[in-house]
């Protein structure tokens, strides 16, 4: 299990090594990505040597154990073949940053910027890590069919490093394993681990770095030492709330240093440096550029301005809530009530149980049992956002409820413990049926259904696609069944690889000719599709002004470059040039500034607008409502369009409108030979 875990965050850390590396130097891409990562590869077989794979045995005899890991590896082999046959959903934040910066990256062949200027600009300032892994496979499909898969991986980590972290403090297997699973499968891990987003990674990050804190303690090995410093680099570079996170793995790995004042600061150092390194170089690109690490966050402590920025806690705090029931609601919706309970029965029933056997001062359980509740407390008192839609950050404190759910099948032992392990599976399929936690259930009926051709839907077309898929997986598992019989494991592998790849090519073509047709149930979707349709074949230059959503822009294989354009005098300034300009000016006050500070629309003009589009070589302005939110900062017109819509339209010598519904407007900046109106 520490192999497993100790390869999983490696394999990331590489990816995320190798591609923010060719992409500061300006040499993203697909074959720079391929020779890089065939590089890296030699380098490490050269360099490492060969370990035999120990397949570690699981006490299926053990019903309950038997039951979890069954229905763990259904939903990981369903959320599998779910996430290469889907295209990404539109919703949230895939469409806004997830995917749209690493696919403008792979453009423009270089890290950069993104400007979202009609939104919240902070995310052009987040830490993007799991971004970076976006673009790997981004560039490696030509597409976004492997797009969902990024946290699957991440998935099976979390419940690797719980497990792993409940081993380590003396749960036996059996416990381990059902803890793992019970928190793994919750329905919001499981919804998570279908889309482009990083909430799964987060939460595996932060599980990963408890447990390599935790077993450095008593190992004192270098290789966890330097596990965790990547593992901690990782959880900062993936998210902003990284860094409040990582104050619990950070206070466990603080706890135990040992030795003299060298040995003390060598081993710090040492895990700073990979922090860095993993994860902490995003601040540090925001320092050079804005003089801040935390921008556009300004950062002051007991009165005292440490670092300048936009605005201050409390424009960010805009969505927090102190409503508890809104707590209650994230706990329903992520975590489902039924295992929701169970796990915090679990909780309950640990701590009674160690209590009992005085086993709080060994191991440091106590710690351990207490980090879902700080992490909570992180959660709802120091996040910013802590309301219903960003209910995803509860998930490493969910984690950590699923190792007091093993503690306590371990300690409490007798009746009690063989009832806890009995009602983990029970809990997880009661709360599967429950509305809205219904994800599994759902995606594994639709994907089976489609498997066979019946049914209806979307997913129809793909079937071939998702039969070649289903025998893959079956094969595999055959592979792993048999895999003392070295000819029939060989056999099983070898008809694995080949239906993966022969549906993952058909998978591939499903995507494009079908990725539209997977949004054409909402108005700016069916633009989308409509701009497809009008410029396949033609690989264009596309300005997105309105919402937020630019990603639907980019085309089925990724042959357009998407942008946003200034409408003032300034054809390349980002937001912070801009912050800068009103500093001088006296105007950038964070007290007052808000959430979204308009510097950058005060000096709009249509006619620079337009040399801005032309200086850029724009061919295709697409414009959409702005969101409610934007409305209340911005200027648009009574139907929502913002300022560029009644621009384009008072000027038809320079803009022809090529398509219209009640939420988009698509204008050919003129000359554009060869795109039909509709």
Same mark, same amino acid.
């Given at each position: 299990?520490?192999?497993?875990?100790?390869?999983?965050?490696?394999?990331?850390?590489?990816?995320?090594?190798?591609?923010?590396?060719?992409?500061?130097?300006?040499?993203?891409?697909?074959?720079?990505?391929?020779?890089?990562?065939?590089?890296?590869?030699?380098?490490?077989?050269?360099?490492?040597?060969?370990?035999?794979?120990?397949?570690?045995?699981?006490?299926?005899?053990?019903?309950?154990?038997?039951?979890?890991?069954?229905?763990?590896?259904?939903?990981?082999?369903?959320?599998?073949?779910?996430?290469?046959?889907?295209?990404?959903?539109?919703?949230?934040?895939?469409?806004?940053?997830?995917?749209?910066?690493?696919?403008?990256?792979?453009?423009?062949?270089?890290?950069?910027?993104?400007?979202?200027?009609?939104?919240?600009?902070?995310?052009?300032?987040?830490?993007?890590?799991?971004?970076?892994?976006?673009?790997?496979?981004?560039?490696?499909?030509?597409?976004?069919?492997?797009?969902?898969?990024?946290?699957?991986?991440?998935?099976?980590?979390?419940?690797?490093?719980?497990?792993?972290?409940?081993?380590?403090?003396?749960?036996?297997?059996?416990? $381990?394993?059902?803890?793992?699973?019970?928190?793994?499968?919750?329905?919001?891990?499981?919804?998570?681990?279908?889309?482009?987003?990083?909430?799964?990674?987060?939460?595996?990050?932060?599980?990963?770095?408890?447990?390599? $804190?935790?077993?450095?303690?008593?190992?004192?090995?270098?290789?966890?030492?330097?596990?965790?410093?990547?593992?901690?680099?990782?959880?900062?570079?993936?998210?902003?709330?990284?860094?409040?996170?990582?104050?619990?793995?950070?206070?466990?790995?603080?706890?135990?240093?040992?030795?003299?004042?060298?040995?003390?600061?060598?081993?710090?150092?040492?895990?700073?440096?990979?922090?860095?390194?993993?994860?902490?170089?995003?601040?540090?690109?925001?320092?050079?550029?804005?003089?801040?690490?935390?921008?556009?966050?300004?950062?002051?402590?007991?009165?005292?301005?440490?670092?300048?920025?936009?605005?201050?806690?409390?424009?960010?705090?805009?969505?927090?809530?102190?409503?508890? $029931?809104?707590?209650?609601?994230?706990?329903?919706?992520?975590?489902? &009530?039924?295992?929701?309970?169970?796990?915090?029965?679990?909780?309950?029933?640990?701590?009674?149980?160690?209590?009992?056997?005085?086993?709080?001062?060994?191991?440091?359980?106590?710690?351990?049992?207490?980090?879902?509740?700080?992490?909570?407390?992180?959660?709802?008192?120091?996040?910013?956002?802590?309301?219903?839609?960003?209910?995803?950050?509860?998930?490493?404190?969910?984690?950590?409820?699923?190792?007091?759910?093993?503690?306590?099948?371990?300690?409490?032992?007798?009746?009690?413990?063989?009832?806890?392990?009995?009602?983990?599976?029970?809990?997880?399929?009661?709360? @599967?049926?429950?509305?809205?936690?219904?994800?599994?259930?759902?995606?594994?009926?639709?994907?089976?259904?489609?498997?066979?051709?019946?049914?209806?839907?979307?997913?129809?077309?793909? @079937?071939?696609?998702?039969?070649?898929?289903?025998?893959?997986?079956?094969?595999?598992?055959?592979?792993?069944?048999?895999?003392?019989?070295?000819?029939?494991?060989?056999?099983?592998?070898?008809?694995?690889?080949?239906?993966?790849?022969?549906?993952?090519?058909?998978?591939?073509?499903?995507?494009?000719?079908?990725?539209?047709?997977?949004?054409? &149930?909402?108005?700016?979707?069916?633009?989308?599709?409509?701009?497809?349709?009008?410029?396949?074949?033609?690989?264009?230059?596309?300005?997105?002004?309105?919402?937020?959503?630019?990603?639907?822009?980019?085309?089925?294989?990724?042959?357009?470059?998407?942008?946003?354009?200034?409408?003032?005098?300034?054809?390349?300034?980002?937001?912070?040039?801009?912050?800068?300009?009103?500093?001088?000016?006296?105007?950038?006050?964070?007290?007052?500034?808000?959430?979204?500070?308009?510097?950058?629309?005060?000096?709009?003009?249509?006619?620079?607008?337009?040399?801005?589009?032309?200086?850029?070589?724009?061919?295709?302005?697409?414009?959409?409502?702005?969101?409610?939110?934007?409305?209340?900062?911005?200027?648009?017109?009574?139907?929502? &369009?913002?300022?560029?819509?009644?621009?384009?339209?008072?000027?038809?010598?320079?803009?022809?409108?090529?398509?219209?519904? @009640?939420?988009?407007?698509?204008?050919?900046?003129?000359?554009?030979?060869?795109?039909?109106?509709?």
């Amino acid at each position: 299990m520490d192999a497993a875990i100790g390869t999983g965050v490696v394999f990331f850390a590489l990816i995320v090594t190798l591609t923010a590396v060719l992409g500061f130097a300006g040499a993203a891409g697909k074959w720079p990505f391929m020779t890089g990562a065939a590089i890296v590869w030699a380098v490490v077989m050269f360099a490492v040597k060969p370990v035999p794979v120990k397949f570690p045995s699981i006490p299926i005899k053990v019903l309950p154990v038997s039951i979890m890991c069954a229905i763990s590896i259904l939903a990981i082999a369903g959320i599998f073949i779910w996430d290469v046959v889907t295209p990404p959903p539109a919703g949230g934040d895939p469409f806004i940053y997830n995917l749209t910066f690493p696919a403008t990256w792979l453009k423009a062949g270089r890290i950069e910027y993104v400007a979202l200027p009609y939104g919240a600009q902070a995310a052009t300032y987040y830490p993007l890590n799991m971004e970076l892994f976006n673009m790997w496979l981004l560039a490696g499909a030509g597409g976004d069919m492997a797009a969902n898969l990024a946290q699957l991986p991440t998935l099976i980590l979390c419940g690797l490093a719980v497990a792993g972290i409940a081993r380590a403090a003396g749960v036996a297997k059996p416990g $381990a394993l059902i803890g793992a699973a019970s928190a793994m499968l919750s329905p919001g891990l499981v919804q998570q681990a279908t889309v482009a987003r990083v909430d799964v990674a987060f939460a595996a990050w932060f599980v990963t770095a408890i447990y390599f $804190a935790y077993i450095w303690g008593s190992s004192r090995s270098n290789r966890h030492l330097a596990l965790f410093g990547v593992s901690l680099g990782l959880l900062i570079g993936t998210k902003s709330l990284g860094a409040v996170y990582a104050i619990i793995p950070g206070a466990l790995f603080l706890s135990q240093l040992r030795g003299g004042a060298s040995r003390f600061f060598s081993d710090l150092v040492r895990v700073s440096i990979l922090a860095v390194v993993f994860g902490g170089f995003w601040h540090l690109r925001n320092w050079l550029s804005t003089g801040n690490p935390f921008f556009p966050l300004n950062v002051s402590l007991f009165g005292i301005n440490i670092f300048s920025g936009a605005y201050d806690g409390s424009a960010m705090r805009a969505f927090h809530t102190s409503d508890t $029931a809104e707590l209650a609601k994230i706990g329903g919706l992520f975590i489902g &009530f039924w295992l929701q309970q169970y796990l915090l029965l679990g909780a309950v029933v640990a701590g009674f149980a160690v209590l009992l056997k005085n086993r709080l001062s060994r191991k440091k359980l106590a710690y351990l049992l207490l980090t879902p509740w700080a992490t909570l407390a992180l959660f709802w008192f120091v996040n910013p956002h802590n309301n219903l839609t960003n209910g995803r950050f509860i998930f490493p404190a969910v984690l950590m409820l699923g190792f007091c759910v093993a503690v306590a099948i371990n300690d409490a032992k007798g009746i009690v413990g063989k009832a806890m392990a009995w009602l983990a599976p029970a809990a997880v399929v009661a709360t @599967s049926f429950i509305k809205d936690c219904d994800h599994l259930p759902r995606l594994l009926r639709d994907v089976g259904s489609a498997a066979v051709g019946i049914g209806g839907g979307l997913l129809i077309p793909a @079937s071939v696609a998702i039969a070649l898929l289903l025998g893959a997986v079956a094969a595999a598992a055959l592979a792993l069944i048999a895999r003392r019989k070295r000819f029939f494991a060989f056999a099983s592998c070898f008809a694995a690889l080949v239906l993966l790849v022969s549906g993952m090519t058909a998978a591939l073509d499903y995507h494009k000719e079908h990725k539209y047709d997977w949004h054409a &149930f909402f108005p700016e979707g069916r633009a989308w599709a409509q701009l497809e349709m009008m410029t396949k074949g033609r690989s264009l230059r596309i300005a997105s002004a309105g919402g937020e959503r630019a990603y639907g822009l980019f085309g089925a294989d990724m042959r357009h470059n998407v942008t946003t354009v200034n409408i003032d005098e300034h054809l390349d300034w980002q937001f912070h040039d801009y912050w800068k300009q009103a500093l001088i000016d006296g105007k950038a006050d964070p007290k007052t500034a808000g959430e979204r500070p308009q510097w950058h629309r005060e000096a709009g003009d249509p006619r620079r607008w337009l040399n801005n589009l032309q200086e850029q070589k724009i061919d295709i302005v697409f414009a959409s409502v702005l969101d409610p939110i934007s409305r209340s900062f911005m200027r648009h017109d009574d139907a929502g &369009f913002p300022v560029e819509v009644a621009w384009a339209d008072s000027m038809p010598d320079d803009f022809r409108m090529l398509f219209a519904n @009640s939420v988009t407007r698509i204008y050919a900046v003129r000359p554009a030979p060869g795109i039909a109106d509709n």
